[in-house]
């Protein structure tokens, strides 16, 4: 094979899990962006790794019925959307067709599927973390692009909001007039429905003068400059004080749910409201409920759980998150029906705690990382008195093989589904519905 970079025609067979067209390349395996099966693309090798190379395409020949012109004029140098050159019927029966070969490769038979929900494919995206990078005097503020760790060259965002699209224009005139212009790796930015947040993480102390430019930045925009130095317990806010929470409205539910700017929220407001919808729909009545919310965050699934009219708990590790989710419950007025406390999921020592409030529950809400519900999951079923469980995954993988522990322990999956969470990319957003076979009852 010749030496990277170099420049190749090849066939492209099929797509594996990250949306990447598979192609050969004298004998060894090739993974192409902006490819479709059946297409002829010429591509530029960027990198190896594995014994396998990737590469941006481009269409020779022999266009698939469902490639689309992308409406990203970054795409596919910019590593934040990998699906943009498909139409959207097709990324959703993609994104089905991985979930069911994973249900299938752990021998999970769903009794039936949910129609795959979304929502609009554009200007979604409330939180993110951008790349920075000094050129020569230009500084590039956005995405990585695919397959390297440099930034890609991008004025606007399609998939981020308006408001946060609008940033990187004056981000990347505003970056380069620091004194420590190329001490600034990265910017997560984040919105609320009020107010949008930046934390700008910075390796060498900022000048006053520095400081004085950022503020000028967030007078003109009204945003809220968070600087780092390091860790998240290092953040400092511009305007001196606590940090500022963040908030989103869940009408339906009567409910206003408050957020630190670094703390994790789904980031498309429109699927969560889908996905609370149909969690409390695969959970049925709950007036008089007991629930329990595992990997509750701050609350997000909780607390609509208990404006519903359930009892409920809700255990997560992280400190800070569980002490969010106690501010949102009084609030919001239902701290009485809410009891959180903070839980290493993933320890046997929490396991006791678990095991004493599931053998008094209904259900069990489980919305996991992406490696899933972890080693406790068999004895938590051991102890669970309900006949419901409700799962959310960020992982199709993991969350077919914990489907496989849930159905052994005397489950059926009786509904599952996709949540298109981030369109025109490769992530795939689960909801799976369980219900005990000795004694089932129809829920939802």
Same mark, same amino acid.
């Given at each position: ?9 090849? @066939?492209?067979? #099929? $797509? ?6 598979? #192609? ?31 590469? @941006? ?16 004029? =970054?795409?596919?140098r910019c590593g934040g959307c990998s699906m943009h050159h498909m139409d959207y019927p097709m990324q959703l029966e993609l994104k089905q067709r991985q979930l069911a070969q994973a249900l299938d490769s752990n021998a999970v038979v769903p009794r039936g599927w949910s129609?795959?929900?979304? *929502?609009? /494919?554009?200007? =979604? ?5 951008? +790349? ?45 007039? &620091?004194?420590?212009? %190329? ?17 700008? /993480? ?7 003068? @520095? ?26 806010? &511009? ?26 929220? !789904? ?10 919808? =149909?969690?409390?729909? =695969?959970?049925?009545? $709950? !007036? ?5 919310? &595992?990997?509750? +965050? ?7 759980? #208990?404006?519903?009219?359930? /009892? ?12 969010? #989710? ?18 290493? &999921? ?13 053998? !008094?529950? %209904? ?10 519900? +972890? ?9 669970? *008195? ?28 009786? !509904?599952? +589904? ?27």
């Amino acid at each position: 094979m010749a030496k990277l970079p170099a420049e190749v025609t090849v @066939d492209v067979s #099929a $797509l594996d899990e990250a949306m990447l067209g598979i #192609a050969n390349l004298d004998g060894r395996a090739l993974r192409v962006r902006n490819a479709l099966p059946g297409e002829t693309v010429q591509t530029r090798v960027l990198r190896r790794k594995k014994g396998i190379v990737y590469g @941006d395409g481009v269409l020779v020949e022999h266009p698939h019925e469902s490639r689309r012109a992308s409406i990203c004029p =970054y795409f596919p140098r910019c590593g934040g959307c990998s699906m943009h050159h498909m139409d959207y019927p097709m990324q959703l029966e993609l994104k089905q067709r991985q979930l069911a070969q994973a249900l299938d490769s752990n021998a999970v038979v769903p009794r039936g599927w949910s129609a795959p929900q979304k *929502a609009g /494919r554009l200007g =979604y995206r409330r939180k993110a973390r951008l +790349g920075v990078r000094m050129v020569g005097e230009q500084v590039l503020v956005g995405f990585r692009e695919s397959f390297s760790n440099r930034v890609a060259r991008m004025d606007s965002c399609a998939t981020l909001t308006p408001e946060l699209s609008a940033l990187l224009p004056d981000l990347k005139r505003l970056l380069p007039q &620091l004194s420590i212009a %190329d001490q600034v790796p990265q910017i997560e930015v984040a919105q609320g429905d009020t107010q949008c947040a930046l934390i700008v /993480r910075h390796l060498q102390p900022m000048t006053e003068s @520095d400081v004085e430019l950022w503020r000028e930045f967030a007078q003109t925009h009204a945003v809220e400059i968070i600087f780092q130095a390091k860790g998240y317990d290092t953040l400092v806010p &511009l305007s001196g004080g606590p940090l500022k929470r963040l908030g989103y409205r869940l009408a339906d539910h009567g409910l206003y749910i408050e957020f630190l700017p670094h703390q994790f929220t !789904q980031v498309n407001l429109a699927m969560n409201e889908t996905l609370i919808r =149909y969690v409390l729909a =695969y959970l049925g009545n $709950l !007036q008089g409920k007991n629930v329990l919310d &595992l990997f509750c +965050g701050i609350g997000n699934f909780t607390l609509p759980i #208990a404006r519903a009219g359930a /009892r409920a708990w809700g255990m997560e590790s992280a400190p800070e998150a569980v002490a969010m #989710a106690c501010v949102n419950a009084l609030n919001n007025g239902v701290a009485d029906q809410l009891q959180f406390s903070v839980a290493d &999921l993933f320890s046997s020592e929490s396991a006791v705690d678990v095991a004493a409030i599931l053998a !008094q529950c %209904d259900a069990l809400v489980l919305d996991p990382p992406r490696s899933g519900a +972890g080693p406790g999951l068999h004895d938590w079923l051991t102890h669970f *008195a309900g006949n419901t469980i409700v799962y959310v995954s960020c992982n199709p993988n993991s969350f077919a093989s914990d489907a496989a522990i849930i159905v052994a322990a005397g489950f059926e999956l009786a !509904q599952v +589904g996709i949540f298109d969470m981030f369109p025109s990319t490769a992530h795939v957003e689960t909801m799976g519905q369980f219900v005990r076979r000795s004694r089932e009852t129809t829920v939802g």
